[in-house]
């Protein structure tokens, strides 16, 4: 167990719905991390957030969006949702921003039908 | 851009035997993070090993280590005694030291273990 957590475990929507996302960092952990992977592929960097305010952007979509409340915990939206959005999303967390060591939560994933 | 660069989508070891899981990369930079992430059927990601491109030294951890080659932009994963539990999904990944450098990952590798 990582301490990150992540809610829901399963989501199945349909196309064009909109979905939130879930997640609670270590505790005393600043930073929070989105990624997305597709079937069978490797992780991909959407956002991260530090201490509530937005530091990098990936490949997120401008359909995504993602904030960082102040106790910290973190939530990605997901709107007009696609087929192609079907996929595992992880949230890793870090002390710092640039800690290189990220510690991922169990994931949720992301039906869309 | 950096890149990571994983050539086997799939790999079988017999229980008890070693296994390397290759990884290159494609940066400038002259220092940087490299990871082996581990995801087993749980999909959970989990840590297995890191490097900083600095130390000479090669990482251990275990049955686990790295053989890290920096002029040939190489970063394999050996596993010794391999064990029934080490099936799963295999990351190479690489963080820049920049400030707010995202995590890049390889498209992984498939490890089955043969009993």
């Known amino acids: 167990d990582s301490g990150v957590t992540q809610t829901p475990k399963h989501l199945i929507t349909a196309t064009g719905q909109r979905v939130t996302l879930r997640c609670s960092p270590r505790?005393?952990?600043?930073?929070v991390y989105w990624y997305q992977q597709s079937l069978d592929q490797g992780l991909q960097f959407l956002i991260q957030?530090?201490?509530?305010?937005?530091?990098a952007k990936g490949n997120i979509l401008e359909r995504f969006s993602a904030q960082q409340f102040p106790d910290l915990h973190s939530e990605l939206n997901l709107s007009s949702l696609e087929l192609g959005d079907s996929a595992l999303y992880f949230c890793?967390?870090?002390?710092?921003?640039?800690?290189?060591?990220?510690?991922f939560g169990p994931g949720t994933r992301l039906t869309v039908l | 851009a950096q890149t990571v660069t994983q050539s086997q989508p799939e790999m079988s070891v017999q229980e008890a035997e070693t296994v390397t899981l290759s990884c290159t990369y494609d940066t400038s930079e002259s220092d940087y993070y490299l990871f082996w992430y581990k995801q087993p059927p749980s999909r959970q990601m989990i840590l297995v090993i890191r490097?900083?491109?600095?130390?000479?030294q090669n990482a251990t951890e275990n049955r686990f280590s790295v053989n890290f080659q920096k002029a040939a932009k190489s970063f394999s994963l050996k596993i010794s005694d391999s064990q029934l539990g080490d099936a799963a999904m295999y990351f190479c990944a690489y963080r820049s030291p920049r400030r707010d450098d995202k995590i890049i990952f390889g498209k992984g590798t498939r490890l089955h273990i043969l009993p």
């Open positions: 890793a967390s870090s002390v710092l921003s640039t800690d290189n060591e990220q510690f």
């Open positions: 505790s005393g952990d600043l930073s």
């Open positions: 490097q900083e491109a600095y130390k000479q």
């Open positions: 957030y530090y201490n509530g305010e937005e530091r």
